[in-house]
């Protein structure tokens, strides 16, 4: 048994937290000790879950959360890896819990602006709710496995608006995007497997690829996001099982495609006949979303949204649409990852649906979007488009290098995410960090974090630690 795997179980014993947590918290501890050290490879997912008993999918949520705070690095293909920029500094969310809003800016995470436009609808939801038959139907349902014929109706209407005609019976209730996205790539790959995606990613899916053990193949981007020609190539010259696209704002560039470049994606996935994956999370905030690729190759597409970056985070409700001869076992492997999606929450979702409280709530969602990047780029001297984004890509000057930004703007309490959990395979990360518009509790507290990263842009990096250098 080792060090670590020691820290680790006392950790399990003595947290509430949830067990991944505990195992990140566990692993930026030992970081923080100096048990483990800077450029030190972590044990592999399997090992780690094997010697300390838990799912491999626990530790990869576990890597996740301590590469989201910094302390980890990984890289599809080679391995996890303790960050440089943490393995000699101590971070406050290890000694005092996470960090309040008042002490630090998230400028780190997406998901939806909270107000009291969300708390009241959430209000008026439950006392309906309550008040109704179906009320005590809920609590006690446990099936039908993808949902409630009722809340897999009302998804209908709503997926409608969004351009994906499709009958009730096709659409599966999750437990948000990422359950979705389980379910859907484990219906479609196999170990060893390859797959195609942007080479700049939602980190989400390459946590994913270390937790089934397929391989991401990165797709070239343009100013639209996958380059058609690029993916074409790719698809000649290796075996695709599967090809994973977010056309509207993906993350972490915020391209989105036109309607000509999603014809051409599905006219790619019929051509060679792979299945496509798309993630269309932030479709609901555009005033006028475009087609989504699944309607225009339904034989082939697994659509995929939610309302957690777009309605209210903590609903983790979301919809996944397979195609219609694959709903059996897309169901089937729904039942095995979570029985079935909380029928509470889709309860919930459901009356906003069907009271229009989604579209005020998404409408509110557009007008807050607007002012927090009109305001970003104002602050930070950024050319604005008419695009409403969660989040801004930003390149960094030289000579800063990301991890120093990132690391001065925590000493001066502001969260940012860098561009290397994004990065698929081998190559250098850009030097880019992630801006989320949506984390900060307030307009204000938004510009206070805006002004520290417009501050540190006109800065010089301090000096390379010769620490580092030993």
């Given at each position: 048994m080792t060090i670590l795997e020691d820290v680790i179980r006392e950790q399990l014993t003595s947290s509430r937290s949830p067990r991944y947590q505990a195992i990140a918290e566990a692993i930026c501890k030992a970081i923080d000790q100096g048990i483990l050290h800077a450029s030190e490879k972590l044990p592999t997912h399997r090992a780690l879950a094997e010697a300390i008993g838990v799912s491999i999918q626990t530790v990869s949520y576990a890597y996740a959360f301590a590469e989201q705070e910094g302390y980890v690095v990984g890289k599809v293909g080679s391995g996890t890896y303790v960050s440089h920029q943490r393995a000699q500094q101590e971070v406050d969310f290890l000694k005092n819990g996470a960090p309040k809003s008042n002490e630090f800016v998230d400028l780190s995470i997406v998901y939806a602006t909270a107000g009291e436009a969300q708390e009241s609808a959430f209000a008026d939801a439950l006392r309906d709710i309550a008040s109704q038959p179906e009320g005590r139907e809920l609590i006690n349902a446990i099936k039908p496995f993808a949902g409630l014929m009722r809340h897999r109706e009302a998804a209908a209407r709503w997926l409608a608006k969004l351009g994906l005609d499709v009958p009730a019976e096709q659409v599966c209730i999750t437990n948000g995007a990422t359950h979705a996205l389980l379910t859907a790539m484990a219906s479609l790959v196999h170990p060893g497997d390859n797959v195609a995606c942007a080479e700049l990613v939602d980190h989400g899916l390459i946590s994913l690829a270390r937790t089934l053990n397929f391989r991401l193949e990165g797709v070239a981007l343009d100013e639209q996001g996958i380059i058609p020609e690029a993916l074409a190539t790719l698809c000649e010259q290796k075996q695709i099982a599967a090809i994973c696209v977010t056309p509207t704002l993906n993350n972490p560039t915020g391209q989105s495609m036109s309607l000509a470049r999603r014809q051409a994606i599905a006219e790619i996935a019929r051509r060679f006949d792979i299945p496509l994956v798309e993630d269309d999370v932030f479709a609901t905030i555009q005033p006028q979303p475009l087609p989504p690729i699944s309607s225009l190759v339904p034989e082939l597409g697994y659509y995929i949204t939610s309302f957690t970056k777009v309605i209210a985070a903590g609903l983790r409700i979301g919809y996944l649409v397979p195609p219609h001869n694959q709903v059996a076992p897309v169901t089937g492997r729904l039942r095995a990852s979570s029985w079935m999606a909380s029928p509470i929450s889709a309860g919930i979702a459901s009356h906003w649906i069907d009271s229009g409280k989604v579209d005020a709530l998404a409408e509110w969602q557009r007008?807050?979007?607007?002012?927090?990047?009109?305001?970003?780029?104002?602050?930070?001297?950024?050319?604005a488009d008419e695009t409403i984004k969660s989040f801004i890509l930003l390149p960094l000057p030289e000579p800063w290098r990301v991890d120093d930004f990132v690391n001065q703007a925590r000493q001066q309490k502001v969260l940012l995410t860098p561009?290397?959990?994004?990065?698929?395979?081998?190559?250098?990360?850009?030097?880019?960090?992630?801006?989320s518009l949506t984390a900060a509790a307030s307009r204000d507290e938004l510009t206070r974090g805006l002004q520290v990263v417009a501050q540190?842009?006109?800065?010089?990096?301090?000096p390379i630690s010769m620490e580092y250098l030993v």
């Open positions: 007008g807050e979007l607007r002012s927090r990047y009109q305001l970003a780029c104002d602050i930070l001297k950024l050319p561009a290397e959990p994004f990065v698929v395979g081998h190559q250098p990360a850009p030097h880019f960090v992630r801006l540190l842009l006109k800065q010089t990096p301090p």
